[in-house]
């Protein structure tokens, strides 16, 4: 029999949600490496696997033990041309062959800039470990402690310091991609680092969703909308159904018919467990809502949400709102029907690297408002998020720290004048547009923004069934890059003349 | 009897020298805190000292105990209009206090711009100290280990954000201002944090003076030009001395007779003590030749050079080489004749922070060539360099670090597209400006070159002797950073207009 691990999926490309309701840590993402791997699928690139030696604290001297951080390279390791440019994926919070095989653009179009194509894991993820494996890296709140975003730039940067060196090419340009986590690290990266990056495509790097810079109610209306947008009858269906499972939930055995309608593999202890699975299934198929079968977080047909509303909408007389809703997200857990029974504990540890992140500096406060979101309404309640961080970890979240660290607030005065080379480039059906850059903020940072995209979808291969929507994005982004680099060989080139 | 502990001079604004001949990291730079606060010096401006909390490391999450950084602010506490700006100077290694003092133009010219001023104490000097005093936070490599340029700024950003929140004035431009180390620190900070701060006075900042960037043998040649452009023959007796020290060192009762005629307090153990001790005087010589008396580092005469020169020619039929050099450099080391005897070992710890600083991020390749240079010659040797940091800290240097985090190379190209609203001072008196940004990067990013002045002069209040080009660039200074204010503002009006 297949159990299916719900719960990863929670992690998504990433990010913390903090679930509706009334709970502050619970139905925190766990890692996706189960599913950047998946199983038969033969490798997508032909890359060579590399590790580089890190310092596991590049802001200190303690004594600490270095750690072998995990790179691919593609496979010829060397250019196609002296001084060739460097494509460098910025690796997310997971395994890094799944974001190398999922990342086709990069590769799509290496080729025609003969440029290196370089995947680099970032620290914690993968085969990344410092101390040497998972187990001693996520031991506690001490070996965890130095899984943060600065460290990782850090990383980043020197790897790249030290493979242009090696290679004899110190004034390789390089430009950076990410999506996702990774778009956000691709873009503070180009802030922070722009001697070792000449540009970034940061695709749906939602950097503005810290604080209070958009509202947090912003990520659950955007997935409502989507919904909406498909089908007003299968919005009210979602928004109605809470109610409903929670009312079954206090029926004498409600609990244990609820497990049992939506097939799950253990018992429920509270309707909460259930109404996070579903929560995560709507939220991610906002995500991938991709206009094309995809297998990037599950299998999933072409514009799932439509099938999705398909399922809920096209009922039998006397069919119930749960029976529907069912129906609906087995479309996303279970489209290639080979699940038995859904498993929604998978990790009993909770000692995902999203989760310390999210306890610690990425403190994305999610709402989810009465009138707007088909979700149950929540307020984000940061006194409880802290407990809980304090619980599961004994760590407190630094909530400011982030914009502290990287801006957010007013960042168009603050970029407009500083900064250049940067894309931000969004999908408005992606929940995460909403706290991603969406406004050009000077003539070089620019926000490519496209009403029908999903998260990343420029980021992935070209396919015959892309829209000419998302053929012109990526030329787009082409021309833009092959004018960071045209500025940047020029200017090395006058040096030449003068 | 006054001793005076001649070691600390060698602490200088800052920086580490590896002093000529064959060592690596004797004669490193002590803590400048007693020549910080002469004893009976009225405080020049007025202002409170106030204090905040800090993350001991704001790069991991490691369960360390915060501290209180010191910080001086305008005894207002607040501005003179809402959302007047902030002018903020980054603290060197050493009490804040003696900056604030030594830092007039920032007091001289916030009035005109209704600019509240507040000057940051470096964490781990003056009262900034880690777990609660100078000996715990000095006690070893562990205690020191989070005494980097990466936590002070970010300190820096910490206390800034906060300020601005507590005074109810978010959207209140700072303006950094710094020298020296300082200076780095402004430049960097404004290179980091631009969304904390939108332009840096950096002066006398030696950006450059890493790696191999700029030639190793920059200082000592810088500083021994200044001493030829007074005086070849005392620019040659110089050079000559170093021998004849070394051959008198060699006699029996050599070094006991140097001891006496160099009136030290104690007996050298060997010539190399003397000429760091020589070499020292030269070197600070060079960065305070202002053309006015004053007693930033020592109480010394207008134009320094000229009268150690004058004393070095002017001797009678008769007078050793040895007696002209030792009545040359008593103009630096006691020109106020109070002195009785010369303090070789004042610190026999030798856990001064910039030691620490030296050994671990702050690696400035310095040579001294045979040709150019009056000092002995000296090949900088890394090797030794990092046995020594090895043998006093158990700490590796990282010599590469710097460049990484914060370029350097290539910096031009970097920061043409990058970057804005930066001014790089330099006086070419100042063997510092060597490594520093001689020519500007961009429209915004500018160097001032000045060819009298010695270092950070801008930085120092105004005085009736102030020479013209003095008076010309504190106004060239003034008028930018009123341009960066009055773009600031008009970004922001523009916002209500639209």
Not at 295 to 307: C, G, Q, T, V, Y
Not at 458 to 487: C, F, H, M
């Amino acid at each position: 029999m297949r159990r299916f691990a719900t719960t990863l999926v929670l992690v998504s490309l990433c990010f913390f949600f903090v679930f509706p309701c009334c709970r502050a840590q619970r139905g925190r993402p766990r890692l996706l490496e189960r599913f950047a791997r998946p199983g038969n699928r033969a490798r997508a690139y032909q890359y060579e696997e590399r590790y580089f030696r890190q310092s596991l604290d590049h802001f200190s001297f303690a004594d600490l033990p270095p750690f072998d951080q995990r790179y691919l390279i593609a496979n010829t390791g060397a250019w196609a041309r002296p001084a060739g440019p460097i494509f460098f994926y910025c690796g997310n919070e997971g395994d890094i062959e799944w974001f190398a095989d999922n990342t086709g653009f990069v590769w799509d179009i290496a080729p025609r800039f003969s440029a290196l194509v370089v995947f680099a894991e970032h620290r914690y993820y993968g085969k990344s470990m410092p101390y040497g494996s998972q187990e001693k890296a996520y031991k506690n709140a001490e070996s965890l402690s130095y899984l943060t975003t600065e460290q990782a730039l850090a990383d980043f940067s020197a790897l790249l310091t030290d493979l242009k060196r090696n290679l004899s090419s110190e004034e390789s340009p390089v430009v950076l991609f990410g999506g996702s986590y990774g778009g956000m690290l691709a873009a503070w990266m180009r802030l922070k680092y722009p001697h070792i990056a000449i540009g970034a495509l940061a695709s749906s790097a939602p950097i503005l969703q810290f604080e209070d810079i958009v509202p947090p109610d912003t990520f659950y209306d955007l997935v409502s909308n989507d919904f909406k947008r498909e089908s007003l009858s299968c919005f009210e269906a979602i928004k109605e159904s809470w109610k409903v499972l929670e009312t079954q939930g206090e029926d004498n055995d409600g609990l244990l018919k609820l497990s049992r309608d939506f097939r799950l593999c253990q018992n429920l202890n509270n309707t909460e467990e259930l109404s996070d699975w579903l929560s995560s299934a709507y939220s991610y198929l906002a995500m991938v809502d991709y206009p094309y079968p995809s297998d990037f977080m599950m299998p999933l047909p072409a514009n799932p949400i439509k099938e999705v509303c398909r399922k809920i909408d096209n009922y039998l007389d006397g069919t119930t709102v749960l029976e529907r809703i069912f129906a609906g997200v087995s479309i996303y857990y279970n489209y290639t029907g080979n699940v038995d029974c859904f498993d929604l504990e998978d990790d009993p540890h909770g000692l995902s690297g999203w989760n310390w992140q999210a306890c610690t500096e990425m403190v994305m406060p999610m709402s989810s408002s009465q009138e707007n979101s088909m979700f149950p309404a929540y307020d984000f309640d940061y006194a409880a998020y802290q407990d809980q961080c304090l619980q599961d970890y004994g760590v407190r979240p630094r909530p400011r720290w982030i914009t502290t660290e990287f801006g957010g607030h007013d960042i168009k005065t603050a970029l407009k004048k500083f900064g250049s080379n940067i894309i931000f480039s969004n999908g408005l059906l992606d929940p995460w547009s909403g706290g991603s850059v969406l406004q050009n903020v000077s003539e070089s940072i620019i926000a490519l923004v496209t009403e029908l995209g999903a998260h990343h979808i420029d980021l992935r291969a070209s396919t015959k069934e892309d829209p000419d929507w998302l053929v012109e994005q990526r030329n787009t982004e082409i021309n833009l890059i092959k004018g960071w680099l045209y500025d940047y060989y020029q200017e090395k080139a006058s040096y030449y003349i003068l």
